[in-house]
């Protein structure tokens, strides 16, 4: 796996972690489509993607605009966008692209607009970024940001806490010091006003489970398996005392054991439509 310098993703690079995105985008794929009908994504849009990875999202939106809509998604990783490619080829969608570059600084061909590219950026400040954002993206545009709640139960290490397993320390600090902005979730009400856009609407949703069938166990140790380079070399916590291998299984075996329910970080959704 090799760890990334940018601040925006912190999970590195590699087949595993492609594989626990598309699971991720299994299990709140209803969050994702229910944010993106209400936002007011309908058949025809023009829908830019930011960080597509290995397509799941893009695909969601390809399917809600339709053959007469389109959809273009960015992305710096090209192995992930090669995935992508695959994807889109077997379902033989013809509304959707993929580019590999830095959103900051690529030219979004397919959402021309008198014959000029439009682009996106998203620099260090997010108003900013949001500001510059907005001209390629069509009314209805969305965003959906993780959020954390404002305890110490909000990384991904599991422990636990009365009748619930809930996460602790060790990967929201993994963030912080990585350089995610860990609270972009509750900074996203003013990330929209700074960039002139009106307030937005916005809910926090979580994926709270239980029972041995629950697909939450390794959907969170995933998440804690691919930080663990960056908890290791941050010297954070160590990977092996974690033993993430056997952590979903030991979280499922302690909750079923108790009766109790696992819920996982806060997902803060947020939109806004231009007058």
């Known amino acids: 796996?090799?760890?990334?310098?940018?601040?925006?993703?912190?999970?590195?690079?590699?087949?595993?972690?492609?594989?626990?995105?598309?699971?991720?985008?299994?299990?709140?794929?209803?969050?994702?489509?229910?944010?993106?009908?209400?936002?007011?994504?309908?058949?025809?849009?023009?829908?830019?993607?930011?960080?597509?990875?290995?397509?799941?999202?893009?695909?969601?939106?390809?399917?809600?605009?339709?053959?007469?809509?389109?959809?273009?998604?960015?992305?710096?990783?090209?192995?992930?966008?090669?995935?992508?490619?695959?994807?889109?080829?077997?379902?033989?969608?013809?509304?959707?692209?993929?580019?590999?570059?830095?959103?900051?600084?690529?030219?979004?061909?397919?959402?021309?607009?008198?014959?000029?590219?439009?682009?996106?950026?998203?620099?260090?400040?997010?108003?900013?970024?949001?500001?510059?954002?907005?001209?390629?993206?069509?009314?209805?545009?969305?965003?959906?940001?993780?959020?954390?709640?404002?305890s110490p139960r909000c990384a991904l290490a599991i422990v636990p806490r009365g009748d619930a397993l809930g996460p602790d320390r060790p990967a929201v600090e993994t963030f912080a010091r990585a350089g995610t902005r860990v609270r972009m979730g509750r900074q996203l009400h003013g990330s929209y006003l700074t960039a002139g856009l009106p307030a937005p609407t916005m809910r926090e949703e979580a994926i709270v489970g239980g029972g041995p069938g629950f697909a939450g166990y390794a959907w969170l140790a995933g998440i804690a398996r691919s930080l663990g380079p960056l908890m290791d070399k941050l010297e954070i916590a160590s990977t092996r005392q974690l033993d993430l291998d056997t952590l979903a299984e030991r979280v499922r075996d302690d909750a079923v054991a108790r009766g109790a329910v696992v819920w996982g970080p806060a997902l803060i959704d947020a939109y806004a439509r231009r007058p």
């Open 1 to 150: 796996m090799t760890l990334q310098t940018d601040p925006a993703y912190v999970f590195g690079r590699s087949s595993d972690e492609y594989m626990r995105l598309t699971g991720q985008a299994a299990l709140i794929g209803p969050m994702t489509e229910r944010l993106f009908r209400d936002a007011g994504i309908t058949p025809g849009m023009r829908v830019l993607d930011v960080g597509s990875g290995v397509g799941d999202v893009a695909l969601l939106a390809a399917r809600l605009v339709g053959p007469h809509g389109s959809v273009v998604g960015v992305d710096l990783d090209g192995s992930a966008l090669q995935a992508a490619r695959a994807r889109t080829g077997r379902l033989g969608l013809q509304n959707l692209t993929f580019i590999e570059g830095d959103v900051r600084s690529a030219e979004i061909g397919v959402l021309r607009r008198g014959g000029r590219a439009a682009r996106a950026g998203l620099p260090g400040r997010p108003g900013r970024g949001v500001r510059r954002d907005r001209r390629a993206r069509p009314p209805g545009w969305d965003r959906r940001v993780p959020g954390t709640r404002p």
